[in-house]
């Protein structure tokens, strides 16, 4: 009887868990939708100012967008059209995102409905368990039953940790791709400024188009690595590091155009993936080492309920 009570207690605990969850990542993305929203809005309005043709500009072909615009680099709106091209790409980014985002919620929302009476069942099937545990083990029902949550409760939480350590590695493989590729993109500058010609500029921003793409990739995931940290009880270190995520593409998007008309900056680019990957390191080492401390407690916990249970 007690086994499959506690079966069904389980299933219940996982579903407010997923509740739980769900709630922490939907808080999350709202206020990510509000200000993606907004920022949209403000980069639609210097797109639409300047005048560039948003269907032709695609910028998934950095080189197409660049040997485009060369005619009109030479006089004195140069530093207007690097500005208009930065706001263009910021602006595709951050609606792709905002899609992204509305599709996310909208899903999320739907899942939550699975689980909308979880609570009230779990309570019942809790109250049942104590009454239970109260006539067959005496005094050591209510310290089993609270350790029996403390256990419960503490696996949860190396689920979270272990799924956000995941999703910070997945963003870390993203991020070091850019680096390759912006890493090649530099090597190439460097034959440019000696004098390689067109071959060596359409090769440069090549790898630029590679690592455009691996940025995208890398930001996507660092959306989703920050939505885990939301699920997680973290200190406020790493909830202050995940500040620079959100502005992470547009110190790249604003590095990369200068990058074209200036190679020694190409640094700024290179420079800005680097250390957001250095900030999800060091996050993802505070992770395991919370992982290990959540461990101990835990074999501490069982080790406690065992000697209750033998001792009874």
């Known amino acids: ?24 990542v939907l808080a999350e993305l709202s206020r990510d939708e509000a200000e993606l929203r907004h920022k949209v809005n403000e980069l639609k309005e210097v797109v639409d100012k300047e005048n560039l043709d948003v269907e032709k500009l695609d ?10 615009l060369t005619g009109k680099l030479e006089d004195k709106k140069e530093k ?6 930065s706001a263009k790409l910021k602006y595709d980014q951050a609606n792709n995102d905002l899609n992204n985002i509305e599709a996310e919620i909208s899903k999320l929302l739907e899942e939550r ?14 109250e049942e368990k104590k009454n239970l545990l109260l006539s067959l083990s005496g005094p050591a029902a209510n310290k089993i039953l609270d350790l029996t949550k403390k256990i419960e409760e503490s ?19 993203s991020l070091d791709s850019s680096l390759s ?16 010609g067109l071959i060596t500029d359409l090769a440069k921003h090549s ?16 959306r989703e690595f920050k939505s885990e940290l939301a699920d997680v009880t973290i200190n406020y270190d790493i909830n202050f590091e995940t500040e620079g995520f959100a502005k ?4 790249f998007f604003d590095s990369l155009i200068a990058d074209w008309y200036m190679q020694s900056k190409i640094n700024n680019s290179y420079q800005s993936v680097e250390n957001v990957k250095n900030q999800v390191t060091s996050t993802i080492y505070k992770l395991q080492q919370m992982e290990s401390r959540e461990k101990q407690y835990l074999e501490g916990l069982e080790n406690e309920l065992n000697n209750i249970i033998i001792g009874s």
Not at 6 to 21: G, N, P, V
Not at 113 to 126: F, H, Q, R, T, V
Not at 181 to 196: M, Y
């Open 181 to 196: 590729s912006l890493g090649s993109a530099r090597g190439w500058g460097t034959w440019d400024l000696l004098g390689g």
């Open 248 to 251: 992470f593409a547009d110190f």
């Open 113 to 126: 409905e699975n689980y909308k009476g979880s609570i009230d069942e779990y309570n019942a099937l809790y």
């Open 59 to 68: 910028h998934t072909n950095i080189v197409s967008i660049f040997y485009s």
């Open 155 to 173: 696996k949860r939480n190396i689920g979270e940790i272990r799924e956000a350590v995941l999703a910070g590695q997945s963003a870390v493989n």
């Open 80 to 85: 207007e059209q690097r500005e208009a091209l």
């Open 207 to 222: 790898h630029i188009d590679d690592a455009m793409r691996e940025v995208e990739r890398a930001h996507q995931k660092l």
């Open 1 to 24: 009887m007690l086994t499959e009570l506690d079966m069904k207690l389980q299933e219940a605990l996982q579903k407010i868990h997923r509740l739980s969850k769900i709630d922490s």
